[in-house]
């Protein structure tokens, strides 16, 4: 859905609000299993605010012939009228879609990597190449939650042709697994099972199996290509069968089935009594029979559509290293990613593990793979506002630069996302227009409960000011909440009732708002973008012997700093640390406690007053 003011036709779902009497509207089918559903609201007139006309419609490609006394079951549409807020009534539409695909596997891997498509390497990769990678992530990242590593498009002999080339990956693709495996890591792979090269041995094999796209179809997947028709005998067991051959045989976790999408453009298929939709669900269930439950699928099509065999799923269009879409270029900038998720927030950690692509650092050689070096290169705090926004959603985070070219502060900014949140980030300003600039994460933790609150500027010619309102936020406006920015490593004071925030040119203020205690207390760990959620495990005040202590799980090789904010009345004794020797240094009421943790493992601190 997008954001529209008046009329609107849509695939899946809708949500309408009334501002002035605060009302939300909200349909969506629950299911697309012959059908491709949409629904469609119409204002009263011109400047009316009431609907004047709501269609919920079953689109059956081809039509379906309903015989005399025969019968024709509609999708099931899911509409709710009565809701007080509109993000509850999203958020319970999602859970309703999951509940009916089948809701989330606890074995599923969440592909947080990178996309080596994506990089200088396009589709020449090799052995050597990704095994340099590998060895880069296991070292540097692994131990920080990017235990998931990818291989993309330029492994296999051609589009067709599933097996390794044996000029770039001459040991198989088993044995890469195994090699991302033995590191401790999951291993995921690409493949694109419905496109098929015409000079592959596929082809040659099982022409009966390959038709050519319609005409709306060329103009997207070209003239030459042809696609697998699963309908046709034996395609869909090879499937199954390339699918078990990936996972079972060679040990890949995830697959990434790219390309699936094509089998709605077919020109047509064996089976002719099926709808379109039916053939791609035909599709998408071989695909998930030959991988089992145990392993992870990411696609691409309509989550409506294939969304019940799928962990994750790309919401969006291919992104390329720029803040906004370049005129002229096909692919999404930064902007334009984050705005669309941030609209499809609610079936993020729903249903699927939703995925924007990838963010990016933009290197100059990322840069020249997507012809871009014309536009203007991202800043630090551009990518670090597109890689806040990415953790922000509890889907996938995905890198589009080389990660053995990283340099050390974008390792850093690495190193603070992962995990991501359970639930996705409420953009809390998503009907006002535009794109979204405050996210609101409510935090609940073992150490307790607080808000991360993400306010973004899209604009790149100056500063802008935005005003939290902390009842929107969910919080009391009674009650008073420290302001601690995370990516400024700042602290800004206490704040009651509501904020006004300063945003630089193309950056995002990350911000924990914590309830005020009125005695020594805990703000921020430099770990990770949640400020002490993740890994913070007890936390006490001692009121009688005046001794703020806690505990958390520490990370190996890594310079901690813990922030304790010290009212006026009191006055820091002494500091200890069971990782070691701590330096402290006070500025104002903000006491940073620095130390290096060595060793992984529980990491015990006290401070006395």
């Not at 849509?10 to 609000?17: E, I, N, R, T």
């Not at 697994?177 to 015409?198: L, Y």
Request: glycine fraction near 10%; charged fraction near 20%; charge should be negative.
């Amino acid at each position: 859905p997008t954001i529209e003011q008046g009329d609107v036709l849509s695939l899946g779902s809708v949500a309408g609000y009334n501002p002035t009497a605060q009302r939300p509207f909200i349909a969506g089918f629950l299911s697309a299993i012959s059908s491709f559903p949409q629904v469609r609201i119409e204002r009263a007139g011109k400047d009316s605010e009431s609907i004047g006309l709501f269609r919920a419609e079953c689109v059956y490609d081809p039509p379906i012939e309903v015989q005399p006394g025969g019968r024709l079951e509609s999708e099931l549409l899911y509409i709710a009228v009565s809701e007080s807020d509109p993000f509850v009534g999203l958020e319970r539409y999602g859970d309703a879609v999951s509940h009916m695909s089948g809701g989330k596997s606890s074995k599923r891997v969440v592909p947080h990597s990178w996309d080596s498509w994506s990089t200088k390497y396009r589709t020449d990769i090799n052995e050597e190449r990704m095994l340099s990678t590998l060895d880069f992530v296991d070292k540097n990242l692994k131990r920080y939650g990017w235990t998931h590593f990818a291989m993309d498009d330029g492994w296999q002999v051609s589009l067709g042709d599933w097996q390794a080339n044996p000029q770039k990956f001459p040991h198989g693709m088993k044995w890469f697994a195994d090699q991302v495996h033995a590191r401790g890591m999951t291993a995921g792979i690409w493949v694109a099972p419905f496109k098929v090269d015409p000079k592959s041995e596929l082809a040659q094999q099982h022409p009966d199996w390959l038709v050519a796209p319609n005409a709306v179809g060329k103009e997207l997947v070209g003239e030459e290509t042809r696609i697998l028709d699963v309908t046709a005998p034996g395609a869909s067991d090879y499937v199954k069968a390339l699918m078990t051959t990936i996972t079972k045989e060679w040990g890949y976790d995830a697959v990434k089935a790219d390309y699936t999408y094509y089998l709605l453009f077919m020109d047509t298929w064996r089976a002719a009594r099926m709808t379109r939709a039916e053939v791609l669900r035909t599709g998408m269930r071989a695909l998930r029979d030959g991988i089992g439950q145990d392993k992870s699928l990411m696609s691409f099509p309509p989550g409506v559509l294939a969304g019940p065999y799928l962990d994750s799923l790309r919401i969006g269009d291919d992104t390329a290293p720029v803040w906004r879409k370049a005129e002229g270029k096909w692919a999404w900038g930064c902007v334009d990613a984050l705005t669309n998720a941030a609209r499809r927030y609610y079936m993020g950690s729903y249903t699927w593990a939703t995925d924007q692509d990838c963010a990016f650092f933009a290197h100059g050689d990322t840069r020249k793979r997507w012809d871009m070096l014309e536009q203007p290169p991202l800043t630090m705090n551009q990518s670090i506002a597109w890689f806040t926004g990415a953790a922000l959603t509890g889907g996938v985070v995905e890198v589009g630069d080389d990660f053995s070219g990283m340099t050390a502060p974008e390792l850093s900014v690495l190193r603070r996302l992962l995990p991501v949140p359970a639930r996705p980030a409420r953009p809390v300003d998503l009907f006002d227009g535009g794109s979204p600039r405050i996210w609101s994460l409510p935090v609940h933790s073992p150490v307790g409960d607080w808000e991360i609150a993400g306010v973004f500027n899209w604009d790149t010619d100056g500063e802008r000011k935005v005003t939290l309102d902390f009842a929107q936020l969910g919080m009391s406006p009674s009650s008073v909440y420290t302001v601690f920015d995370f990516w400024a490593d700042k602290y800004y004071g206490t704040a009651q009732g509501k904020l006004n925030v300063a945003v630089g040119p193309g950056s995002v203020r990350l911000l924990g708002l914590k309830p005020y205690e009125g005695h020594p207390m805990f703000l921020s760990t430099n770990r990770h973008f949640t400020q002490g959620a993740t890994d913070c495990t007890a936390l006490s005040w001692d009121d009688t012997g005046k001794r703020l202590a806690g505990a958390f799980n520490g990370v190996a090789d890594t310079d901690y700093e813990l922030k304790v904010l010290v009212p006026d009345e009191y006055t820091m004794k002494t500091v200890a640390v069971s990782a070691g020797s701590a330096q402290t240094k006070q500025d104002g009421k903000v006491l940073t406690i620095a130390f290096h943790c060595a060793a992984a493992g529980p990491v015990n601190w006290g401070v006395d007053f």
